[in-house]
């Protein structure tokens, strides 16, 4: 039993060591993929359904590895989230995005707003404020064409600096959305406590709605609460003009997914707007 014990740890030792060899490896490879360029930022419409208007593009990043290919970012933020690395991955992603966004209002394109992810823990960075104030200022972005998508994870971390640098975001003009809404622990109270401008409905609640009666409910008190605190609300991961429609009944007018268009590489998203714009 003895001997087995050991081969059954020498296993698990080495099963262990090669996921944190491959963990240590993807972190290394990371730290290089910002100067390599390896990184990239795609664009995805936030549509009002009534007008087919764009009335957002949201930033998401994603890394074509030299030799890995592409991977998502579901595995590489949380871990550039655990190393830091997410404090200078997240300022490129807000710099180029609003670059980008820049771009498009200089080409004419009809106005619409940038939304960018901003994780916990660029939440708690210290330098947050600046560096978001510094990116508009030499971009020449005007800060009411900026949302910043949060999680609820993040708002719970702490609360009084959370409520407080969400304010000064919000009284410069910066729109702040609730990313995920719904699969959180405590959504009602930190509705009130934070100044949001949109919740996003999260796809787990959108994707079975067509047969999920419990979804329909849940996805109807979320649209009901955003009315009465008047704030839009939008769902994410619309795959189907059926589940358009259904969400059209529901009062939800606001949507995201890959029925409208995928997310998009900048020249791709480009060609998109122009079409819009041409209308
Ligand atoms: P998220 O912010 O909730 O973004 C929505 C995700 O759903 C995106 O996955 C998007 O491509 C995908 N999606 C959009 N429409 C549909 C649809 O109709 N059906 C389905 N099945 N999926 C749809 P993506 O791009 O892989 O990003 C995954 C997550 O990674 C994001 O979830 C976000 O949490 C994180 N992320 C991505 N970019 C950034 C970033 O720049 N900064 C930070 N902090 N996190 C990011
Ligand atoms: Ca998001
Ligand atoms: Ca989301
Ligand atoms: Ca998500």
Redesign the pocket.
Known sequence: AKELGRNDYQHYAQALNSQSTQRLALENSLYQALERRELLVYYQPQLDSTTGEITHMEALVRWQHPQLGFISPEVFIPLAEQNGLIIQIGKWVLQTACTQAKAWQVMGMPPMTIAVNLSPRQLKHRQLLQTIKHTLTEIGLEPHYLEL?I?ESATLQDVDSTRSILTDLQSMGISIAL??FGTGYSSLSYLKQFPFHSL?I??SFVRDLLTNHQDVAIVEALLALGRGLNIRVIA?GVETVELKNLLETLGCYYMQGYYFSRPLPSEEATKVLMLKGSK
């Open positions: 998508e999680t990313d995920d996003k999260d796809q994410e």
